[in-house]
Nanobody, 118 residues
Framework: QVQVAESGGGSVQAGGSLRLSCSAS???????????MGWYRQPPGKQRELVAV???????NYADFVKGRFTISRDNAKNTVYLQMNSLKPEDTAVYYC?????????WGQGTQVTVSS
């Protein structure tokens, strides 16, 4: 089994910063580890969209709308992924979800709310 838990959401004014964390745990994670980890978001009234992903080897991919503002990183020893969000904009307001690939199966966290006020 795989459990995914996010933390670090909250409310911030435009231009501010937040750091999200997500940890994967469970028997499958302990035995087989985690491959790609990533962050997605779902703005109000919109579909879920990719924010950033990172492979176990550290290769990253970002959505164009966060390039230069957000940084994804991970700690493989802790099976944890981070999303440092700087220069936040009101349009970044969304529920942010962590996604974990373990044994080619995808697991989602419960989501954490990020609200950016103007």
């Amino acid at each position: 089994q795989v459990q995914v838990a996010e933390s670090g959401g909250g409310s911030v004014q435009a231009g501010g910063s937040l750091r999200l964390s997500c940890s994967a745990s469970g028997s499958s994670v302990r035995i087989f580890g985690v491959n790609t980890m990533g962050w997605y978001r779902q703005p109000p009234g919109k579909q879920r969209e990719l924010v950033a992903v990172i492979t176990s080897g550290g290769r990253t991919n970002y959505a164009d709308f966060v390039k230069g503002r957000f940084t994804i990183s991970r700690d493989n020893a802790k099976n944890t992924v981070y999303l440092q969000m700087n220069s936040l904009k009101p349009e970044d307001t969304a529920v942010y979800y962590c996604n974990v690939d373990c044994l080619k199966l995808n697991y989602w966290g419960q989501g954490t709310q990020v609200t950016v006020s103007s």
